[in-house]
């Protein structure tokens, strides 16, 4: 794998270029995107899309995210265009917003995994985008991670976790959001939120009305709506143990009971009020900033060795819908 540095003010055209022509040639680049790092392959080429799921080691019923550089290049592959899908990305495109719509039969079946329905977004990193002119093809993307893992916020954790599955990486540095997109359907009678994420519900429910929520559970008869939303998935090595807001005196406490049982333990905490046996990180105390550092965190006390994180959780308001669902599923068995 090589990894590339380029620049986000000034992406070097023949990097783009290159990444480019691999894109087209069917084979799978890395790149930024304001979310996280994202894997990339030809949306209109199968075997592309094949190819992908492998590196991943994707379950082929967990669709992809299609990535394109405007609207009107989502609109041509989209079978209908509400007025909600108009407003959505009139308002958040580009930017950290996927939206689900019935597919045009262009879309390969794979992508979708076998759904009628397509999921797009248009990344406002300028490296994502210049990738994107450059292909002149949608690129179906994923998160640049092997499947199940924490998300790559940087090249480094791109390169540990696929290393040789992936010829290329374009390395722009720390992504700005930290958390994936947030994955609206509208597809169905009334939009529902998939999965939460960069922009929040009160936002989204501020240009939509109300939002349905996903159910939780799925509905044994329908096909699965948001595959994402039902597995074990963000998750480090270690196990993950979450406690309430204000409780990093009891993190303390069971830390070093932890420790005495020969556990390595690190803790995610949102003040440093009280000394925790082990490796500390603390995150900062805004939902954005939270959301920016969690998974460099995540993955830097997996690489030292924990057995064992426990996180603090943040307070239970909205702002903080998505990054306690990250938090809850990464703790999920
Ligand atoms: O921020 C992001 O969205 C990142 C960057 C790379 O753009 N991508 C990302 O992709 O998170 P991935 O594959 O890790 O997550 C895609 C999510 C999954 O939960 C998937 O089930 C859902 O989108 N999804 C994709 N197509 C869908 C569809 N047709 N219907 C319902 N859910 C869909
Ligand atoms: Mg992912």
Redesign the pocket.
Known sequence: MRVVPVSGERPDPAVLAEAAELLRRGELVAFP?E????LGANALDAAAVDRLYRAKGRPAW????V?VPDAAAARALAAAWPAAAARLAERWWPG?L?V?LPKQPIVPDNV??G?P???L?V?RHPVALALLRAAGVPVA????NRSGEV?PTTAAHVARSLGDLVPLVLDAGPTEVGI??T?V?LSGARPRV??P??IGRAELEAVLGPLERAPQAPDPDAPR?????LERHYAPRARLFLFPPESAAIVATEASALARQGETVGALLRQATVPVAGRTVVLPEDPAGYARELYRALHELDDAGCSVIMVEEPPSGPAWEAVRDRLERAARR
């Open positions: 995107t979310t996280v790092y994202g967990n669709p992809l995210i990535h950290p996927t689900v979708t995994a759904l329905t397509v999921a977004r990344p993307a994923p998160s640049a998300s994936e997109s994955v359907d998939l999965r994420g960069g709506p948001a595959p994402g939303m």
